[in-house]
T-cell receptor, first 114, second 113 residues
Framework: NAGVTQTPKFQVLKTGQSMTLQCAQD?????MSWYRQDPGMGLRLIHY???????DQGEVPNGYNVSRSTTEDFPLRLLLAAPSQTSVYFC?????????????FGPGTRLTVT | LAKTTQPISMDSYEGQEVNITCSHN???????ITWYQQFPSQGPRFIIQ???TKVTNEVASLFIPADRKSSTLSLPRVSLSDTAVYYC??????????????FGSGTRLSIRP
């Protein structure tokens, strides 16, 4: 299993540009989430999904869109990039099985908006 | 979701036992306590989870008193490779909210030779 994969690893955008951060998992997990982590800070939840076709907002959803058309993929779209969105973005997944509590994280995407 | 409070940073030495305490006064009946570890430039990694009393795995122990308003992560005989940020999370793992896991600022643990 590859686990949770994220692409790209690094990205530089200009203000106003848009892009999609990709996230995929091969563990057949129902739950997937996107977090952002600013320097020296904890992780903040952007959006999450409890299954294909179902998404919901987290703590800091503004400026981001998500969709979940398949169990495996959970892309995060930045609509109009702003310098405040400079951060490291982590995707995570976990099983719906309540006996399994572990959340698996991807390696992260480091985004800089100039 | 219950708010958690942990020390911002801790220092220790190789071979010592390290205990990191987390306060969660508003913990709800359905809430579990979970700890994650994060190394620089990596995503967090699950360490341990518990509901009450004591849980132990190959990496750590988790002590939870009867009132569940706090918990202590215990790392036995730490090494330099245990230098990381440790996050305490409290939340309901039921279907409706299991995916909505909130992280705090964590405890930055530094291990010295």
């Amino acid at each position: 299993n590859a686990g949770v994969t994220q692409t790209p690893k690094f990205q530089v955008l200009k203000t106003g540009q848009s892009m999609t951060l990709q996230c995929a998992q091969d563990m057949n997990h129902e739950y997937m989430s996107w977090y952002r982590q600013d320097p020296g800070m904890g992780l903040r939840l952007i959006h999450y999904s409890v299954g294909a076709g179902i998404t919901d907002q987290g703590e800091v959803p503004n400026g981001y869109n998500v969709s979940r058309s398949t169990t495996e993929d959970f892309p995060l779209r930045l609509l109009l990039a702003a310098p405040s969105q400079t951060s490291v973005y982590f995707c995570a997944s976990r099983s719906r099985d309540q006996r399994i509590h572990e959340q698996y994280f991807g390696p992260g995407t480091r985004l800089t908006v100039t | 979701l219950a708010k958690t409070t942990q020390p911002i940073s801790m220092d220790s030495y190789e071979g010592q036992e390290v205990n990191i305490t987390c306060s969660h006064n508003n913990i709800a009946t359905n809430d579990y306590i979970t700890w994650y570890q994060q190394f620089p430039s990596q995503g967090p990694r699950f360490i341990i989870q518990g509901y009450k009393t004591k849980v132990t795995n190959e990496v750590a122990s988790l002590f939870i008193p009867a009132d569940r308003k706090s918990s202590t992560l215990s790392l036995p005989r730490v090494s330099l490779s245990d230098t990381a940020v440790y996050y305490c999370l409290v939340g309901d793992i039921s279907y409706s909210s299991a995916s909505k896991i909130i992280f705090g600022s964590g405890t930055r643990l530094s291990i010295r030779p």
